[in-house]
């Protein structure tokens, strides 16, 4: 069994943290391609407006 630290990634929409098992999606930023843009099950169901940290590029 793992018994290390992890450290949860957040929903680049609400800032919450996303775990593993939920209905969750992650990408990569479609402009820049450099950062990983994540968003929880409750903002994917509602396409919530996220914003990548990287290049501020605002998606749905």
Known sequence: ???GSYDM???NAC???VHP???SENFS???CKSAR???CEGCKGK???YKCPACGHKGK
């Open 29 to 31: 930023c479609p402009k």
């Open 9 to 11: 990634p957040k929903c």
């Open 37 to 39: 843009i994540w968003r």
């Open 15 to 17: 800032g919450r943290d």
């Open 1 to 3: 069994m793992y018994s």
């Open 47 to 49: 396409s919530k407006e």
């Open 21 to 23: 098992g939920e209905i």
